[in-house]
């Protein structure tokens, strides 16, 4: 299917457009009425966009519903400071109760039971259940259209950083293992990022990645190799060669039995560097992909 977003209400363009831009963080806003009102809403269309100068920017739209605007919006009209707290899954189904739209005036952190911390450099209060928070000072608000479903990017500068220290290792290296963050996907679906579905992609560095373009035509168009085995052999800064040295009991088993019959070794050999390189053994398997040849 193909969807042309002119033919499409709000509410369908909100529909399709949040179930494919996801997961997003969520940025638990805390911001504060000229009169000293506290409001703490959750926001999904939140990112951070730059380290120097470190800015963040989220989005409170305009209501799809009546065209109003949000409280969190109004109050950083008024005062232009913000602590964002980021939502880990412990805290989820309250930053959820915190959504709900109270009346004006409504204390959040109340509704919905969290506790407050004085932040240290702007007027509204932190989170204190959040591991990792952000003070902020708002440089500049965008309105994006002034129709109902049009975001307002709220375009923070980072002042101040507050990491628990569980999150540390030695008071400084962040272990991203241990934040259990949620995401927001479309309607009703969020995402905890855990442990066990936690995995790395090594960078590309400065050298650059053969490409496909330079892979053998016997691998690149492989009936056992996918996009993601191609890209993790792809990534190698040279052509590798044929290693004498190379030792491996398993390979040289397939070389000996299968050697009377060239696809059967073929379908081997390119299963076998399949499940070195699910373990991120990309020089084993490029040793694997090259003993055909
Ligand atoms: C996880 C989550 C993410 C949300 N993200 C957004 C968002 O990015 N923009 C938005 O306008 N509303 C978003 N909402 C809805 C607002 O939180 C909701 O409208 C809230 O009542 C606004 O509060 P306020 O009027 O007190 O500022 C989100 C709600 C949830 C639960």
């Known amino acids: 299917m193909v969807f042309d977003l002119s033919q499409l209400t709000t509410a369908e363009k909100q529909y399709y457009l949040q179930h494919i831009v996801a997961p997003r963080p969520i940025c638990f806003a805390s911001t504060i009425d000229m009169e000293g009102n506290v409001n703490l809403s959750p926001f999904s269309f939140f990112n951070m966009f730059s380290s120097n100068p470190p800015i963040v920017i989220f989005s409170p739209s305009r209501r799809v519903r009546d065209n109003t605007t949000k409280h969190s919006f109004q109050n950083v009209m008024e005062v232009p400071e913000v602590v964002i707290n980021i939502v880990s899954y412990d805290m989820v189904q ?24 004085a932040a240290t450099m702007v007027r ?28 307002n990017l709220v375009i923070c500068e980072v002042l101040l950083v507050h990491i628990d220290d569980s999150l540390l290792v030695d008071n400084k290296n962040f272990d991203q293992t241990k934040l259990e963050h949620v995401a927001r996907l479309g309607g009703d679906w969020y995402c905890h990022v855990s442990k066990e579905n936690l995995f790395k992609v090594p960078k590309p560095n400065i050298q650059l990645g053969i490409g496909f373009d330079a892979l053998p035509s016997g691998i690149r168009y492989s009936k056992y190799l996918t996009g993601n085995h191609l890209g993790q052999l792809a990534n190698v800064h040279e052509m590798p060669v044929v290693q004498p040295s190379y030792e491996d009991e398993h390979l040289k088993n397939i070389i000996q039995y299968f050697s009377v019959n060239p696809e059967d070794m073929e379908k081997e050999l390119h299963q076998y560097a399949a499940r070195l390189l699910d373990q991120a053994k990309v020089d084993e398997a490029w040793q694997v992909l090259l003993a055909i040849d």
């Open 94 to 117: 309250q930053a959820s109760l915190a959504s709900c739209e109270y009346p004006k005036g409504t204390d959040e952190f109340t509704k919905a039971g969290f506790t407050k911390e």
């Open 124 to 151: 509204p209060p932190m989170v204190k259940e959040s591991k990792a928070k952000m003070e902020c000072k708002v440089v500049e608000i965008k309105p994006l259209g002034d129709q109902g479903g049009a975001g």
